[in-house]
């Protein structure tokens, strides 16, 4: 089944603890984006990559970081320096530029919550 | 900047009704798409529906319309004759139209939660 799947689906952070979550589709899209999503405050872009080894910030990047060094892997890392991390956080990917089908697809969630 | 507007915090209407979402957007492109997804409680975004800024033609799928209006920079959506199964949030977003890198970024509403009672 072709797909986005994120994992875990729930995570706990603790004070000053660094947690990843991990994102894997298997579409041969291009195109991965991270979003957050606070209750009543709809979706905002945190990070996103359109090719291997280039990302680029979104609206929220503070406390975040990402890495893409496979097409099909774009992990969020959720840092202490974020200090209101508690969220849903939503991966999705985009067959890329040109594509006659511009449509973000997403994965079904993490929710993040803080000890 | 791009901005999408979802007034309707949270609309209820008993099963079989029909239901309007209204959507309002903002952006100085001439070129933009602009999409409807829906969130049902399991959390994963669906995407419904993606209209192209020159198409201003209405469009019907199933119980599922939308009505593109340009000269008000609006994009309703309206469910007809409405099933409990279609309880979830419903997010408009824009996008600028897609070409060099970045262009493709979402800018969402706040969603619209819809309840369907049986």
């Known amino acids: 089944d072709g797909g986005i799947t994120q994992s875990p689906k729930y995570l706990f952070r603790k004070e000053g603890q660094n947690v990843t979550l991990s994102c894997e589709q298997n579409?041969?899209?291009?195109?991965m984006y991270w979003y957050r999503q606070d209750p009543g405050q709809g979706l905002r872009l945190i990070y996103y990559?359109?090719?291997?080894?280039?990302?680029q910030k979104g609206d929220i990047a503070e406390g975040y970081s990402v890495s893409r060094e496979k097409k099909e892997s774009f992990p969020l890392t959720v840092t202490s320096a974020q200090k209101n991390p508690t969220a849903f956080y939503l991966c999705?990917?985009?067959?890329?530029?040109?594509?006659?089908?511009?449509?973000?697809?997403f994965g079904a969630g993490t929710r993040l919550s803080v000890l | 900047a791009q901005k999408v507007t979802q007034a309707q915090t949270e609309i209820s209407v008993v099963e079989k009704e029909d239901v309007t979402l209204d959507c309002v957007y903002e952006?100085?492109?001439?070129?933009?798409?602009l999409f409807w997804y829906k969130q049902p409680p399991s959390g994963e975004l669906v995407f419904l529906i993606r209209?192209?800024?020159?198409?201003?033609q209405n469009e019907i799928s199933g119980r599922y319309s939308w009505n593109f209006q340009k000269s008000t920079s609006s994009f309703n959506f309206t469910i007809t004759a409405s099933q409990v199964v279609d309880s979830a949030v419903y997010f408009c977003?824009?996008?600028?139209?897609?070409?060099?890198?970045?262009?493709?970024?979402?800018?969402f509403g706040t969603g619209t939660r819809l309840t369907i009672i049986p």
């Open positions: 999705a990917s985009n067959p890329g530029p040109g594509a006659p089908k511009n449509i973000q697809y």
């Open positions: 579409l041969n899209h291009d195109a």
């Open positions: 990559s359109q090719i291997v080894n280039d990302f």
């Open positions: 952006t100085r492109d001439t070129t933009y798409y």
């Open positions: 209209r192209n800024s020159f198409d201003e």
């Open positions: 977003a824009l996008s600028e139209a897609p070409g060099n890198f970045g262009n493709e970024k979402l800018t």
